[in-house]
């Protein structure tokens, strides 16, 4: 069994920063590859970035590129989304996810446990 807890989230101005953090549980973490999705009212959640189990690989999705960047920590079993650069259009609740395997993947069924969500809400 793995929890997930995310924190970080809040409101922002447009230009503002934001990290998100997202602790697990379970002596495994270090394991699987993980990821972010987020979810905005009335959308689907959708892929944001993703981080492979030993942190050398990563992968965005083209909206966030360039602007955001996912990092790990095994030692602290947390992952994280530094986030940068931010518009109006990144306000959602974010989720992170562990994946079943180790390498990346970005649909969400590739996923088996998440954690609550963050609100993030950047004003203009």
């Known amino acids: 069994q793995v929890q997930l807890v995310e924190s970080g989230g809040g409101l922002v101005q447009a230009g503002g920063s934001l990290r998100l953090s997202c602790a697990a549980s379970g002596r495994t973490f270090s394991s699987y590859a993980m990821g972010w999705f987020r979810q905005a009212p009335g959308k689907e959640r959708e892929f944001v970035a993703a981080?492979?189990?030993?942190?050398?690989?990563?992968d965005y999705a083209d909206s966030v590129k360039g602007r955001f960047t996912i990092a790990r920590d095994n030692a602290k079993n947390t992952v994280y989304l530094q986030m940068n650069s931010l518009k109006p259009e990144d306000t959602a609740v974010y989720y992170c996810a562990k994946a079943h395997g180790t390498w990346l993947v970005d649909a969400y069924d590739d996923y088996d446990y998440w954690g609550q969500g963050t609100q993030v809400t950047v004003s203009s």
């Open positions: 981080i492979s189990w030993h942190g050398g690989s990563t």
